[in-house]
């Protein structure tokens, strides 16, 4: 039994390079690949200019993950230092998608820009949350979910969930990219 999220990322190529053994790499994939290394997934595959008649000339980072837990991959793509994160494309495919969702930045969260609606416009802004308890399956798209873990939220219900006690805001130990 499988559950594939296809990923893929794309972003400016004025982010910072490192040496990586022999080659250099975007600090940005190292950090993502070193979480996904952590967390019992394989690395992201660069698309290079093999991959056409012409050099390719964007910055192209795939993979499929079996049983990916989304949010918290997109909580630790969000701590990532991105000197240009306006030019940052996060595509996700869950399996039983019909199209990718685009995750792009608005200010310091991600926001799901929905590509299915007829103007392809809607925006959702999702912000990360900790969870407070009782035992709520809805906010995690019917997962469990214990007090004190992280999730996403929309922004629009954010408030209510606040206010409700059900949720409160991150506070700086609860943002780590590990």
Do not use: C
Not at 75 to 98: C, H, M, R, T
């Amino acid at each position: 039994m499988s559950n594939i999220t296809n990923v893929t990322i794309t972003f400016s190529s004025m982010e910072r390079q490192e040496k990586h053994g022999a080659e250099w790499e975007f600090s940005v994939i190292l950090r993502i690949n070193e979480w996904l290394e952590r967390a019992g997934y394989r690395q992201l595959l660069r698309i290079t200019d093999d991959a056409g008649a012409k050099a390719f000339e964007a910055q192209l980072y795939i993979a499929g993950f079996n049983y990916l837990e989304l949010d918290k991959f997109l909580l630790a793509f969000e701590q990532i230092e991105w000197l240009s994160p306006s030019g940052v494309q996060l595509f996700v495919k869950e399996e039983n998608d019909s199209v990718f969702r685009l995750y792009r930045f608005a200010g310091r969260w991600l926001e799901v820009v929905d590509l299915a609606s007829p103007d392809g416009v809607a925006v959702i802004v999702v912000v990360p949350a900790v969870y407070n308890g009782p035992d709520h399956k809805n906010l995690n798209n019917g997962a469990e979910i214990e007090a004190g873990e992280l999730i996403r939220v929309a922004e629009a219900n954010a408030q209510w969930l606040i206010e409700k006690g059900m949720v409160r805001l991150p506070e700086r130990g609860d943002l780590r990219f590990d």
